[in-house]
């Protein structure tokens, strides 16, 4: 395949729409053709962007498509909503919604809690353990989900419960909400104490009201914790319709309503549509109108629909035989909602900062470093002095093809640390590590938190320069190296999580310099934090000279490396190879870093170049298995 | 009024698609999401992409009896979408010669300051970037990226060869690239 077929079929392979032999050519011909490679990761650059721009997005108003829709209605309700969406959204939501429950309050919960009523339940203690983001999320990124439809489809999960805010929703096939997770939701395993006093004998109905929106219904577990053989579960129902404003309005288009104004008059009519700020309202025999929700002191309706619920409703029926008045329970579930991160700052110290004052010596800088766990609460429920604990770890997401996400078993963890206790204790768990924090605290719905979770002094970071011209054709990219090891000041596992580098100006001022990921770091092992390209090293690499015969081809290239700093660096040159590598030629030291990866080292002295070529051969049919005489494998 | 006549009065292409009122309407809301998308990718705002949305389904509720089913539904809702911003857009520049064409991106929230400014610079620079691109390669860009239209849907649409289509999108996206070059470090994938 030559290079300008393969620019038209870039698009193709971009957008998942190419396959076939088409396909497995142009994956060929990308292997080798830089120029093509260059292009094809430029296009995906371009649209991780696009993809970026569109977070955020905010839920849909509900679409009015009714009959009796007329034009001019509409189009004013548009343009008010843009007007008075930032004044009077809210103070008017919040109006209404407050109205409702009242209302409600009065008709529905007396008749369908009445005989409820004696039963008391109280939380004796919670407990959250947050999982940390599965690396399934980080494969397509956040955003990447939503734009393709193709992968959306393994990240489906068909919600018994209402809609979180950072998914979409859709009516699927079977005209079952399908809930579309634009980013990770979060998924937390909470564990919920609470003593139920004045269970009735026989028949009894139990229900836990504060439970958050995200629940998987299907993961809840009621557990007697007295063990009592007394007292069996006979059933579980999850309810969450809920009676928010909104849903009520909803059930109410096409019907109709009364309208009681601020000034004390009455409007009857029926509802045409609503958003947050406007109802449309058509008054019987007239035409319809638009009535601003700022006016209105209450709306009110001719009966209650059925099946709505103030909150997210946890049922149980249990049969009772027992005859203790008090019993504690515990009910275990998973939620989504709750996500946690890792954050951390590494500063530079001042006086290391100098360059290294050996010409022949390697630079070391000297930093600190904090690492801190923000946990963020978007469940819809206040969970209070609670027990949190945040699990670092890759679990697995296990994607069933009916759409269903689920969680458990893991991979590789480290080895348990004797770190000192700090604000949060890290444990070692299965194959994870598990940060508690050893007192209780409050995470408020709508909440972000942040605690301290690893501190280390003086840690020792080894300037090294990486050049991969596939990732940047004409720049190395500096990298510090540095040993998790207590020796060096920290010696703790490491979750993964977003580093920012400060380091001090010349008035030594700490200024933030660059940012990168660490994945997961197990103690001992060492940590590579790439920051951004080196100003005075110069790099070019061109391919001088290919040959083919048959199926086996040898592709030379040359590598200049140009040093204006003052003191000698040695780079790593990264030379990406097609696997079926067999043989390669390079006066320089290298060696196989993975398949298809080779390192060469180069030193280049102060002020001079370096110049080398390294030539490989491969062949698809019979190729592979490359090795470097200089071993290090 | 068109709105209010009788179902039965329905014109007879829709029911030679074998679509029916309600299955319209049920097409036309599983597409809005996408619609709405297709719409921000043009505008670049939330709050308006809303109110295109809004208006641009209406016109295609009311105009119901025009849908023959010969495009499939998803791209006859996306053409009635693109000429609803069309027309908007030289409504609006005929209006308020003194008041620009928005041109600002709204951002997803994030609650770091850090990642909030470094992403903000982003995002600026994608609006900018994408503004700078001839309208033509942003709608194919819009349709595709946002809307989640194939590039044969896309080329439906705007009634031009998919090859053309492919190619638009292809200078688009390499042109993109170029332009938040700077960025490039963030947007490894």
């Not at chain 1, 009735?200 to 809840?220: H, K, L, M, N």
């Not at chain 1, 309202?281 to 103030?310: C, D, H, S, W």
């Not at chain 1, 078993?409 to 604000?423: A, L, M």
């Not at chain 1, 790099?539 to 003052?566: M, P, Y």
């Amino acid at each position: 395949m030559n290079c300008e077929r393969a620019g038209e079929l870039l698009i193709d392979l971009l957008y998942g729409e190419l396959d076939g032999p088409s396909r497995a050519d142009l994956l060929k011909h990308l292997a080798t053709c830089r120029c093509c490679a260059d292009e094809y990761a430029s296009l995906r650059r371009a649209r991780s962007a696009l993809g970026r721009l569109a977070a955020g997005e905010p839920p849909m108003r509900p679409l009015a498509l009714g009959e009796g829709t007329p034009r001019a209605a509409r189009v004013a309700v548009a343009s008010r909503f843009r007007r008075w969406r930032l004044v009077a959204g809210v103070a008017a939501a919040a109006l209404i919604l407050g109205v409702l429950v009242a209302l409600l309050h009065h008709h529905v919960i007396p008749t369908a809690i009445a005989r409820d009523m004696p039963v008391e339940i109280k939380r004796t203690g919670v407990s959250l353990t947050i999982l940390s983001r599965p690396p399934e999320w980080d494969r397509f990124g956040d955003d990447d989900l939503l734009a393709n439809q193709g992968l959306v489809q393994h990240f489906v999960r068909q919600l018994p419960g209402p809609v979180q805010p950072t998914v979409q929703t859709a009516m699927g096939a079977a005209g079952n909400p399908v809930t579309y997770f634009s980013r990770w939701p979060g998924l937390a395993l909470v564990r919920d104490q609470r003593i139920i006093r004045h269970i009735r004998p026989g028949e009894a109905e139990v229900r836990f009201t504060d439970v958050p929106a995200g629940i998987w219904a299907d993961s809840v577990r009621l557990r007697c914790l007295d063990g009592g053989q007394d007292l069996a579960v006979l059933e579980q129902n999850y309810q969450f319709d809920l009676a928010s404003a909104e849903a009520v309005l909803a059930k109410h288009v096409d019907q109709t309503v009364g309208i009681r104004f601020k000034d004390g008059q009455e409007a009857r009519g029926t509802l045409l549509s609503f958003d947050p700020n406007t109802l449309v309202i058509r008054p019987a025999g007239e035409g319809p109108r638009t009535i601003a929700r700022q006016q209105i002191a209450a709306v009110t309706f001719e009966k209650l629909p059925q099946g709505l619920l103030t909150t997210p409703t946890l049922v149980w029926q249990l049969a009772n035989s027992g005859q203790a008045d008090e019993r504690q329970f515990e009910v275990d579930y998973l939620t989504t909602g709750l996500s946690w991160r890792a954050d951390y700052v590494v500063k530079l110290r001042p006086a290391a900062n100098a360059e290294a004052s050996d010409a022949k010596s390697a630079i070391v800088d000297h930093a600190d470093l904090v690492g801190y766990a923000t946990v963020v609460n978007k469940s819809g429920v206040t969970y209070e002095d609670a027990q949190l604990k945040l699990m670092a770890g890759d679990v697995n997401l296990l994607i069933r093809p009916s759409g269903y996400l689920l969680v458990w078993n893991g991979i590789e963890g480290g080895k348990d640390s004797n770190g000192e206790p700090e604000q949060m204790e890290e444990k070692s768990f299965f194959e994870y590590h598990l940060y508690t924090l050893t007192r209780p605290t409050t995470i408020a719905n709508n909440e972000t938190k942040q605690l301290e979770m690893v501190s280390g002094q003086g840690l020792a970071l080894r300037r090294a320069y990486v050049y991969d011209p596939g990732e940047n054709p004409t720049a190395a990219r500096v990298v510090s190296e540095m040993e998790n090891t207590e020796a060096n000041g920290l010696g703790k596992p490491l979750p993964k999580g977003v580093v920012r580098l400060y380091a001090p100006d010349p008035e030594g001022v700490q200024t933030y310099v660059a940012q990168t990921e660490i994945d997961h770091t197990p103690v001992k092992e060492k940590l590579r934090l790439p920051w951004g390209h080196a100003f005075d090293i110069a790099c070019q690499w061109r391919e001088v000279n290919t040959r083919h015969a048959g199926d086996d081809h040898q592709i030379t290239a040359e590598c200049s490396l140009r040093n204006h700093k003052a003191h000698d660096v040695t780079v790593t040159v990264i030379v990406h190879v097609p696997p079926s590598t067999y043989a390669a030629e390079c006066a320089l030291p290298w060696h196989v870093r993975e398949v298809g990866v080779v390192e060469v080292t180069a030193v280049v002295p102060a002020g001079r170049e370096t110049k080398f070529t390294f030539s490989h051969r491969f062949n698809n049919l019979s190729g592979g298995g490359l090795r470097s005489p200089y071993g290090k494998e | 009024m068109t709105d209010d006549r009788p179902e039965e009065t329905l014109g007879n292409p829709l029911r030679l698609a074998g679509y029916d009122a309600e299955r319209l309407r049920a097409g036309l809301v599983e597409a809005a999401p996408a619609v709405r998308r297709f719409l921000f990718g043009l505008c670049g705002d939330w709050h308006r992409s809303e109110d295109l949305l809004q208006e641009s389904l209406l016109k295609a509720w009311q105009n119901r009896d025009r849908f023959d089913g010969r495009a499939g539904l998803k791209t006859w809702v996306f053409t009635i979408a693109r000429n609803h911003w069309l027309t908007n857009l030289r409504q609006q520049a005929r209006r308020s010669r003194e008041e620009p064409v928005s041109e600002s991106y709204e951002m997803g929230q994030d609650s770091r300051p850090e990642a909030a400014a470094s992403r903000g610079e982003l995002a600026e620079a994608v609006a900018r970037a994408l503004a700078r691109l001839p309208s033509e390669q942003r709608e194919v860009l819009a349709l595709r990226e946002h809307g989640g239209l194939t590039v044969a849907e896309v080329a439906a649409v705007l009634g031009v060869p998919v090859g053309t289509a492919k190619s638009r999108a292809r200078y688009a996206l390499v042109r993109l690239a170029e332009d938040l070059e700077p960025f490039r470090q963030e947007l490894e994938p």
